[in-house]
């Protein structure tokens, strides 16, 4: 299977109202298209709505016929009940629950189930039909529409065989990409296609289509609350434990990424002891300064679980930034990430394939989940659900060591931010792009949030602050087409995890004045005790500084004169003294300068493609 089976799920869907003759007409030439096509499977046909995928397809990728005509789920799904998963599951949906599905337009779904998968179903009365993407946002989701039919795809690339009008740049989110390339809202670069986020569902009704979130995290932060911080301990090591086991059933062999650091040998740790374990290959990529070189701990915790390491260096295949970049594949969406995952992509791909995997395994979500971030706002939730009781005392402690501040600043803090004043978790969050020009950052100032961070006044900031990173987090990952011989996957990313964490509050998140205190009781019995007790974490910073030296050259020429530049969105000024490294490059401008050039590559192969197919 090449590279780009192996990485991508690709897919597509039809959504049209059956009514419509004309919308009709026109879906059927869209089938028309994939019907016979080389590698291209029809899964479901139904008035109204369409789909295809290809075949073969990776691991971790099925399909899921719903019963009398009710739709179909593509991807993979367990049970949310996990006490009811075993290594032999599988998902034999009746025809009453599947009607059950349909007609609560995929509540039931995404209720009684998990895994990562897009759904496409249709309501039994006829009235509406859906598309759906879970909330780990493992399935690419994007659509567009255009004769009144909505195309609902994985790789835009799929789109080639329908002879669309040529996409146009959004120039407007590639400002607020560059202001800020963590943000993750529907609209994408281009303006004719939206993206699905983990968790939304798209509703096509006969007068009205609209796109809402279906999986919602506010509604974990009131229910079901964990107060008990043994239970929620004991609670984070089962749930761990099962969603991993149940991923590893998935694959014959996975590369797991063993940084070195706590959330990465988590994951090790529930791997080896799943009952169905694939074959386990680790890798480490190490730096060449000291805050880079995590090898000491990754031996460690590969020792512990007892499976092979491989040891890489982040140099080893990286050549100076060059025109390789211009070869990354097209997407709806310019992503920092896609900037390595280029460079390295044969040796990485190299690997992969040696072992045969199904996927490279991280430990990414550890952060967001296990609560990494060093904050007081564990004090201002516990006043906002207890008011002050004697029990505040050692939460304020635990959030002054947490932020290396005094007692009274954790509690005045607490105090103040558990008063009913607006508050944004911005206010904690990184600063905004360093080099766009005054009006473009200006006139990004309304742009729209993620929904998730909108109507949360009842909700402890803490919760809004963890809800604003997990919109980021499971929105982030999307593949390169043609580029991965394997996916990329993480199984703390997974909906029961997610849920518990929220439901857990953030004075026990950290209990102890640690980041992650909570998941260090919870794990310690699987991590290394060197690892488990670390507070520090490895840095890749040097590397990059050192690559964006080595490529001054073409950078120069990529960026000062580029694409962005000459749209007003840049400002060559404030880029200069970065790229001809006249001055120092500060570390808050480190991430927006990577953001800037992956925004120039990806315009570039947007415009490119404009030209070569004729457009303005």
């Not at 473009?440 to 803490?462: C, D, F, N, Q």
């Not at 857990?504 to 005790?529: D, E, T």
């Amino acid at each position: 299977m090449n590279a780009q089976g192996r990485s991508v799920y690709h897919y597509i869907g039809f959504i049209w109202n059956p009514h419509d003759p004309a919308a009709s007409r026109t879906a059927a030439g869209f089938a028309s298209q994939f019907e016979g096509a080389p590698d291209w499977v029809p899964r479901l046909n139904l008035p109204g709505l369409t789909v295809f995928d290809q075949s073969p397809r990776g691991e971790g990728f099925d399909s899921y016929p719903l019963p009398e005509g009710t739709g179909i789920i593509l991807g993979t799904v367990f049970p949310i009940q996990l006490d009811n998963w075993t290594p032999a599951w599988r998902a034999n949906i009746t025809s009453n629950e599947a009607r059950t599905i349909a007609a609560t337009g995929g509540r039931h779904l995404v209720e009684n189930y998990w895994g990562g998968y897009v759904a496409f179903l249709v309501d039994p009365r006829d009235r509406h039909r859906f598309a759906i993407r879970d909330c780990s946002g493992r399935v690419a989701c994007y659509r567009t529409e255009t004769l009144e039919v909505e195309v609902v795809f994985a790789d835009v690339g799929d789109l080639c065989r329908l002879n669309l009008p040529s996409f146009t740049i959004n120039w407007r989110y590639i400002g607020a990409f560059l202001s800020s390339s963590q943000l993750q809202v529907r609209e994408t670069g281009l303006n004719e296609v939206t993206e699905l986020l983990a968790g939304d569902c798209l509703i096509i009704g006969r007068h009205r289509r609209s796109q809402v979130s279906l999986w919602d995290p506010r509604r974990f932060c009131a229910d079901h609350i964990v107060e008990d911080s043994d239970q929620a301990a004991d609670q984070l090591l089962a749930t761990t434990q099962q969603c991993i086991s149940a991923w590893a059933s998935v694959y014959g062999s996975v590369i797991h990424s063993l940084s070195g650091g706590f959330d990465s040998a988590v994951v090790l740790g529930c791997l080896t002891r799943a009952p169905s374990r694939p074959l386990i290959t680790c890798v480490n990529q190490f730096g060449e300064d000291a805050n880079g070189d995590e090898r000491r701990f990754a031996r460690m915790a590969a020792d512990f679980a007892g499976v092979k390491l491989i040891e890489r260096s982040w140099s080893l295949g990286r050549h100076p930034l060059d025109s390789r970049l211009l070869n990354t594949p097209r997407t709806p969406k310019p992503m920092v990430s896609a900037i390595t995952r280029m460079l390295d992509r044969d040796i990485r791909n190299g690997l992969a394939e040696s072992v045969k995997a199904g996927a490279y395994w991280t430990g990414e979500g550890g952060d967001h989940l296990f609560f990494q971030m060093k904050s007081p706002l564990g004090v201002a939730d516990y006043i906002q659900r207890h008011g002050v009781t004697r029990r505040l005392v050692p939460i304020v402690q635990d959030a002054a060591r947490l932020a290396g501040v005094s007692f009274w600043d954790a509690l005045c803090t607490g105090v103040r931010l558990g008063s009913k004043r607006p508050w944004s978790p911005q206010e904690n969050l990184a600063g905004r792009g360093a080099f766009l020009n005054t009006g473009v950052r200006s006139s990004l100032a309304e742009y729209s949030a993620h929904p998730w961070t909108t109507v949360v006044e009842r909700i402890p900031k803490g919760k809004q602050y963890q809800i604003q990173l997990l919109s980021e987090v499971l929105n982030r990952d999307r593949p390169l087409p043609g580029v991965d011989y394997a996916e990329a996957h993480h199984p703390l990313l997974s909906q029961p995890l997610i849920e518990l964490s929220l439901r857990i509050p953030v004075y026990l998140l950290v209990k102890g004045g640690r980041p992650r205190g909570l998941a260090r009781s919870a794990f310690q019995s699987i991590v290394p005790p060197e690892i488990n007790e670390r507070e520090s974490k490895g840095s890749t910073t040097a590397t990059v500084l050192a690559l964006l030296r080595q490529s001054q050259s073409y950078l120069s020429d990529l960026m000062l004169d580029g694409l962005l530049v000459r749209q007003g969105i840049l400002s060559r000024k404030a880029l200069e003294p970065c790229i001809l490294h006249t001055q120092p490059l500060r570390g808050e401008q480190l991430f927006p300068l990577l953001a800037s050039i992956a925004a120039e590559v990806w315009a570039r192969t947007w415009s490119e493609h404009a030209r070569a197919n004729g457009a303005a």
